[in-house]
């Protein structure tokens, strides 16, 4: 039987694609695992391929992606092995943030979310611990924590993947939440010379953050959302949050349209600012006052100067709402690569696979989305997705469809390639 002129060059481009993709996923995979072994090396290019190929973190599906005559039992125990090295998780966020440092700048959102991983039916993975679910109404269940940070710029659509991890309060080396987001802050802080503006919900209104945060000589910029109940300094009187919020004159009015499980949904809000303290700190603060959200006004707590200017206030308040967009990647992740459906049992497995999830996401985000020279590929990828509504504005979606589409037509292996340094997007593609 005889292809036709057009499915011969199609089947041949698609041969192109995928092997000059893999080349790239090579070489991208050598950087972030530079300083690893040779045997975790290899693992670590397999697997950022593997999961990117089947969007799946089961082991057994990133297993069947290498093209190998190795029984599926004997790559599996090989994964096992490899995904419970210590130092994966930190060598990869080490490598990952040094190629990002660069492209965060002074006004940098640097948006921090804490949020929960359930695993409904597991019974023996280690350390399993109670979380509240906050995609089901915050009942409690079985599962793990989670910390992401996500570098954005205010009015464009990419992201900058910077940190992701993994942990349970029941781990005998757990010492508290507000550790766990110190580490956060700190490990993104020391790579990028301590730029960026820090967004943060509610749930960093603590008073040991906000100490931290505004410790000296290394002060953070922040937006931090208030949830109303703690004292502030107001000239010199102090009282409750919520009933300065109430006071506070919001001349300035807008609105707003949110996107609500699919629906839009409008919003006239109006907002005006005062400037504040913490009791016992000295540091100016003001508070951006939002009316119009829900019954109680929002609260937002920062360190940016703020002025009698309708400009100022909105940009401030575009900081914190720029989040709202964040919460779409959190999902990306879960859902793309199934990630709830995790099996590996081990607690340092489970962590080093938040590692490698981590530089499948940076891959596409930046890798592939954030240079010119590979602009081209991914227009290519994104055709591949062949979605009915046409790319929505949260691309990514497609992109890990496109990409696991072209694999799975034009499937080959995957080899271990020198790092070429950390600004690997800067080579070229041979695509005219």
């Not at 707003?256 to 109006?270: A, F, L, M, T």
């Not at 829900?294 to 937002?300: C, G, H, T």
């Not at 010119?372 to 590929?377: A, P, S």
């Not at 591949?384 to 992109?399: H, L, N, S, T």
Request: aromatic content about 10%; overall charge positive; charged content about 25%.
């Amino acid at each position: 039987m005889y292809l036709s002129t057009n499915k011969r060059w199609t089947l041949m481009n698609y041969s192109k694609l995928a092997s000059r993709l893999r080349t790239k996923i090579g070489k991208f995979s050598g950087y972030v695992s530079e300083n690893l072994d040779k045997t975790a090396q290899r693992f670590v290019n397999e697997a950022i391929y593997g999961i990117i190929y089947s969007q799946s973190v089961m082991l057994t599906e990133i297993g069947r992606s290498l093209e190998t005559h190795v029984q599926l039992k004997k790559i599996e125990e090989r994964f096992c092995r490899q995904l419970k090295k210590e130092g994966l998780w930190e060598n990869i966020h080490r490598q990952v943030l040094c190629d990002a440092a660069v492209r965060i700048r002074d006004n940098t959102l640097l948006i921090l979310d804490l949020s929960d991983l359930y695993k409904k039916y597991a019974e023996h993975m280690e350390y399993l611990a109670k979380v509240r679910d906050g995609s089901d109404g915050g009942q409690i269940v079985n599962g793990y924590w989670t910390i992401q940070v996500i570098g954005a710029q205010l009015g464009e659509n990419e992201v900058l993947p910077l940190y992701q991890e993994l942990y349970s309060q029941d781990s005998p080396d757990f010492k508290s939440e507000n550790t766990q987001i110190i580490k956060a802050i700190d490990m993104v802080a020391d790579h990028s010379g301590n730029r960026g503006i820090w967004i943060i919900d509610r749930g960093g209104d603590r008073d040991v953050l906000y100490n931290h945060l505004l410790k000296k000589p290394s002060k953070k910029r922040f937006v931090v959302r208030l949830v109303g109940n703690r004292n502030l300094l107001h000239g010199n009187k102090e009282e409750l949050a919520l009933k300065l919020a109430y006071r506070c004159k919001t001349p300035y009015s807008e609105t707003i349209i949110k996107e609500e499980n699919g629906q839009e949904k409008v919003y006239h809000i109006s907002y005006g600012y005062m400037p504040v303290k913490l009791p016992g700190m000295d540091e100016q603060l003001y508070m951006l006052v939002v009316k119009g959200f829900a019954n109680k006004p929002m609260m937002l707590l920062t360190t940016e100067p703020l002025r009698r200017s309708r400009k100022i206030l909105y940009r401030l308040l575009g900081y914190y709402l720029k989040r709202w967009g964040i919460e779409e990647t959190i999902r990306f992740v879960k859902q793309t690569y199934d990630l709830e459906n995790i099996r590996v049992l081990k607690y340092a497995r489970l962590r080093n696979m938040m590692g490698l999830l981590l530089a499948v996401f940076y891959f596409m985000a930046v890798k592939l989305d954030m240079s010119q020279k590979l602009k081209i590929m991914t227009g290519h990828i994104l055709k591949q997705a062949k979605r009915v509504f046409g790319i929505p504005d949260f691309k990514y979606y497609a992109i890990g469809d496109g990409l696991s589409a072209i694999f799975r037509r034009s499937p080959g292996k995957i080899t271990v390639a020198k790092p070429p340094g950390p600004d690997i997007a800067q080579l070229g593609l041979g695509f005219t």
